[in-house]
C-alpha cells in the first residue's frame, strides 16, 4: 500500500554520515544518502546496500529479496 502523496516520502532524521547503519524497508531513498552504505534486515540476516543514484523515489525494501530462489531438487540416479 502506497502512501497518499499529500503526506510526502517517509524521512527519518538520522546522523547520516554514519556508515553501515541499519534502514528500515520503508524507508523512501532521497538525494540526502546517495553513496551510503547501509545495513537492511532481510527477515533472516542483514544485507549490506549501497545507495545510488537510481534509487532516488523507491523505498530500501524493493532492492533487498526477502525470499530465496526455489529451484527444484536433483533426483539420485538408480542403479
Known amino acids: 500500500?502506497?502512501?497518499?502523496?499529500?503526506?510526502?516520502?517517509?524521512?527519518?532524521?538520522?546522523?547520516i554520515k554514519q556508515k553501515l547503519q541499519v534502514l528500515s524497508r520503508d524507508h523512501e531513498i532521497t538525494s540526502q544518502i546517495i553513496g551510503l552504505t547501509c545495513n537492511v534486515y532481510s527477515g533472516k540476516k542483514f544485507v549490506k546496500l549501497i545507495?545510488?543514484?537510481e534509487m532516488i523515489g523507491h523505498k530500501v525494501g524493493?532492492?533487498?529479496?526477502?525470499?530465496?530462489?526455489f529451484e527444484f531438487k536433483k533426483k539420485k540416479k538408480k542403479k
Open 62 to 69: 524493493e532492492f533487498v529479496p526477502t525470499r530465496e530462489k
Open 1 to 15: 500500500m502506497k502512501r497518499s502523496k499529500w503526506k510526502g516520502p517517509l524521512i527519518k532524521t538520522r546522523n
Open 51 to 53: 545507495v545510488t543514484d
